[in-house]
């Protein structure tokens, strides 16, 4: 007779029933861990906010500051930082505290007489990504296109980086020109003046600016990964923090080991006041895309151990197991917030925390269970997803669906139909439907680039001529740009000799901007021979 499975002895020289134990064990062992895990971090977050606000917890929590790692820096007013004087807070986000400031001696030495300072945590992981993100924009800004750089000129620049030593290490801090208040503040803005949306041209121009930036970036070479209302900052001229209040804290708030590293008090920043400021209009509207942290190489994976974006705006890619993060994932954010400016409401609104008996917001929801959720409403509103997608759902643990059921057209029509705002007329709500169809497309290959979607109809309205002369040199094939370049050297120009010496200059000046390479030679030897 077979004997019984629990005393065979396997490979590792253990019977079947000790290594059942000791993975009953293990997963006791790493339950009580991961639950001891979620108590602290728990009660980090379940402390009573220092200062509950009104309408939002907009004040950095007392956590941020502690012992550890992935702190802030404690930043009072007036301080000096790096050579500058701390003005006034603009904000903060997971990763930084952001101070607006002026060089200590006069105007600072890229022309700003006010800079904002990004002071990022002291992790070492966070501060990888912190030198990536100032490296980035660096070479960003000394990059061209050799066609205008149509977009750039939306996309934040980078002064200068220096370091500043705190209680846990070092924290890297980012020098640029202060911008002006976030989308968010704006969009909060018309929800508390009761108007719901951006008036419907300003939200088309926004969203053109963001698209032509984004088109640029990618056409650079990088996807920039974190793309939400925090993080797109509205240009206004000399922009002034609005008034910070202190806010001093108590020690009931606080945990008594982590008092010696807190600061005397807490900043209120610019978006905590929403009365300071009119709605954007149509002319002063200048977005810059900013907070490049996440920001990766286009032909690179995304890596995913820091995930800030709203979980509504990331697309199919970030739920279904095995696919690869592109691109595509700035689209599909852009497509959600053209569609949250434009109707004032959320395309796909998930909550990101778990709610108590009482209501309030708790602990972080995962991601897994963020999916269960999410999965299913995009379904509804884009209708049923390719064949090979629907093949990789079950394996990615989403929630099973009656595929026969689905509607393949999805309900976008009856949504933007319901949710338009009364100056979109019918020709414009199909346009717009059409402009959204394309940016969320299911599958990353087939999702419009931002390069196809600024030349999309639905901006036609919207664009001065000069705008529509750069999005036709954008649109020309690279040797057609090429030739009239050249042709253009010898316009007006009557001796072989000055021609020539013209075509050469032109040579020179494309291979300065590194331009066509491949193309400019063979057009540059047939401009030679025409001659
Ligand atoms: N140059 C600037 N001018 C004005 N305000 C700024 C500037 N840079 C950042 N801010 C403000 O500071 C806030 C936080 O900045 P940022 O998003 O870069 O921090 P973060 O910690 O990287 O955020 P996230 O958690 O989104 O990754 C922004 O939402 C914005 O309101």
């Known amino acids: 007779m077979a004997a019984p499975v629990e005393e065979v002895e396997c490979c590792t020289g253990l019977t079947y029933s000790i290594r059942r134990q000791a993975r009953t064990l293990r997963e006791a062992v790493s339950e009580k861990l991961h639950k001891n895990k979620e108590i602290d971090f728990a009660y980090s977050k379940c402390d009573p906010h220092p200062f509950p606000h009104p309408e939002s917890d907009r004040l950095e929590h007392c956590y941020k500051y502690g012992a550890g790692n992935g702190k802030f820096l404690?930043?009072?007013?007036?301080?000096?930082?790096?050579?500058?004087?701390?003005?006034?807070?603009?904000?903060?986000?997971?990763?930084?505290?952001?101070w607006q400031a002026e060089p200590a001696n006069g105007m600072g030495a890229h022309g700003h007489d006010s800079v904002a300072i990004k002071v990022c945590t002291n992790s070492k992981k966070d501060s990888k990504d912190d030198v990536t993100e100032a490296r980035v924009l660096m070479k960003l800004g000394n990059r061209t296109d050799g066609r205008g750089d149509f977009g750039k000129g939306h996309i934040m620049k980078v002064d200068e980086c220096f370091r500043v030593a705190g209680h846990f290490g070092d924290h890297f801090c980012i020098v640029s020109e202060a911008i002006g208040p976030s989308l968010d503040y704006y969009l909060n803005l018309v929800?508390?003046?009761?108007?719901?949306?951006?008036?419907?041209?300003?939200?088309?121009?926004?969203?053109?600016?963001?698209?032509?930036?984004?088109?640029?970036?990618?056409?650079?070479?990088?996807?920039?990964?974190?793309?939400?209302?925090?993080?797109?900052?509205?240009?206004?001229?000399?922009?002034?923090?609005?008034?910070?209040?202190?806010?001093?804290?108590?020690?009931?708030?606080?945990?008594?080991?982590?008092?010696?590293?807190?600061?005397?008090?807490?900043?209120?920043?610019?978006?905590?006041?929403?009365?300071?400021?009119?709605?954007?209009?149509?002319?002063?509207?200048?977005?810059?895309?900013?907070?490049?942290?996440?920001?990766?190489?286009?032909?690179?994976?995304?890596?995913?151990?820091?995930?800030?974006?709203?979980?509504?705006?990331?697309?199919?890619?970030?739920?279904?197991?095995?696919?690869?993060?592109?691109?595509?994932?700035?689209?599909?954010?852009?497509?959600?917030?053209?569609?949250?400016?434009?109707?004032?409401?959320?395309?796909?609104?998930?909550?990101?925390?778990?709610?108590?008996?009482?209501?309030?917001?708790?602990?972080?929801?995962?991601k897994a269970d963020i999916n269960i959720d999410h999965m299913p409403m995009m379904v509804e509103l884009l209708g049923t997803p390719p064949a090979w997608l629907i093949s990789k759902w079950k394996m990615s643990g989403l929630p099973k669906m009656n595929w026969a059921a689905t509607s393949p057209e999805g309900t976008l029509h009856e949504r933007i139909t319901q949710d338009r705002p009364a100056s979109m007329s019918e020709v414009e709500a199909t346009l717009f439907e059409d402009f959204l169809r394309k940016a969320l497309a299911w599958d990353h290959r087939y999702r419009a680039t931002a390069q196809e979607l600024i030349q999309h109809e639905w901006f036609q309205s919207i664009l001065s001529d000069e705008e529509k002369m750069a999005l036709a040199v954008m649109a020309a094939p690279k040797e057609c740009i090429i030739t009239s370049f050249f042709k253009r050297g010898c316009r007006g120009l009557r001796s072989f000799q000055e021609k020539i010496e013209a075509l050469f200059v032109r040579k020179e000046e494309l291979e300065a901007e590194s331009f066509g390479a491949k193309e400019s030679p063979s057009i540059f030897t047939a401009e030679l021979l025409r001659l």
């Open 74 to 98: 404690p930043v009072l007013l007036e301080q000096e930082l790096g050579g500058y004087t701390v003005k006034a807070k603009l904000g903060h986000g997971n990763f930084a505290s952001v």
């Open 191 to 366: 929800q508390k003046q009761g108007l719901g949306s951006f008036a419907y041209d300003v939200s088309k121009k926004v969203t053109f600016q963001l698209l032509s930036a984004t088109a640029w970036l990618h056409k650079a070479g990088y996807g920039h990964g974190d793309i939400h209302p925090h993080n797109i900052l509205m240009k206004e001229q000399g922009f002034q923090a609005g008034k910070n209040a202190k806010r001093y804290l108590e020690p009931m708030n606080t945990k008594p080991q982590d008092l010696k590293y807190m600061p005397e008090y807490l900043v209120s920043c610019i978006d905590d006041d929403l009365t300071v400021r009119a709605p954007l209009t149509f002319e002063n509207c200048d977005v810059r895309l900013a907070d490049f942290g996440q920001t990766f190489k286009k032909n690179h994976p995304r890596r995913l151990y820091k995930m800030t974006t709203p979980k509504g705006n990331r697309s199919p890619e970030w739920a279904i197991k095995r696919l690869p993060i592109t691109i595509g994932i700035d689209i599909w954010a852009i497509a959600c917030i053209a569609y949250r400016m434009t109707t004032g409401k959320h395309l796909m609104f998930v909550e990101e925390r778990y709610k108590n008996e009482s209501g309030k917001y708790t602990q972080k929801r995962t």
